[in-house]
């Protein structure tokens, strides 16, 4: 039985969509009750980098707390020097922006994990015309800052320090402009110590419109953990309600969202009521991976009602909303999207938190079945649940 403590400590130095430069996604992780220190720290995604942190820390010189060799609060430099790798989801240049413009500047060399295609895709980024030959397949080039390390595609954990882990799995994040299917990644962070797991979603569409569904695949690994080994899950929602699905660019909206949870909801009860059958289908209303079932033999038909509460204990965490570039909205995007998957996730009666993430957030100690505080530092963040 895995330990229920705290296990991940997470700042977001950007959590937007574009095209606002300045709030991209990007985040910093080190695993609870370890200090911010050499090797310790991992940067999850890279679109927004020091520059961000240091208008962040500004505001909130010790978000970091102070630096016990020091007694001064950390540095924004000092905190990317600890980071010993990137874990990078995609090469969407909101992805990849900070990596790329700090490579040559932030001292000691560090490892990029991701998948094989996304080390392709970045290795046309450095190939000494669009960016300086900084990155490398081998540590001993002399110019490699950034070394390429290509992640595991058997579903095995690779240790990225000695206290986290990840597991990665592909989802798909759309077409290219000439008609292929774009893919990103999601990865489970498992704390080596208390066995305890984060589920972290680059961008994704939809599967009910999906012509290479893949996101299934990561509610069925995720339902049998849920809620006692992963309670914490990081999801996009880029867009409003209003937007149509021609126009979401391989995105979610809310509706589809927590048509994507209602299908993670249906895996749990599968785990829960033992039953094996793919062909277990909700019997009633919705979009989404209702359609998609109701073309499969009904064997176990499920309701939805029968579906409440199956994510009891579960945070989802919103990010990467588009920028409101019209200034359309009178509050951030980011909270309108958010009361917008809150209410259909309460229709639904999942039981899922949903709290939105904002820049120069500091997540202490999440991935913890006590859900409040989950944010001590942000109270207005807590899940209205
Ligand atoms: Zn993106
Ligand atoms: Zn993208």
Redesign the pocket.
Known sequence: MADQGPSFDMVVIGCGGGPFETNLSAYLVKASGSNWEKDSVIGLEAGSGIGALETIMKSDPELFGVNGETGKPYTAAQIFSYMKCYLIT?S?L??VNGLVLSAGSMGGQKLIHARKQTIKDLEVIFADRLWPKLASHKKEDANAMLVYSPLPTDRGYLNLNRDISVCSMPVT?GLTKTGSVYE?ATYFLRNNATEQEVLFFG?VEPDSISSKPQTINVWKAAAPKIPHTLASIFIECSWTSDRPDNLLFGHLNPMHLVDELVALALEIYKVKNDLQSASVVIAEGGTGPDTRARKKKKFNPVSLESLRGMLDGVTVYIMHCKSDVGGKYDGPISQVIGAEVRALVEKKGLGAGIVVLEQGTRIREFCSLTLIPHIADVPFLVPEI
């Open positions: 995609h969407h909101d992805h994040h990103s961008d």
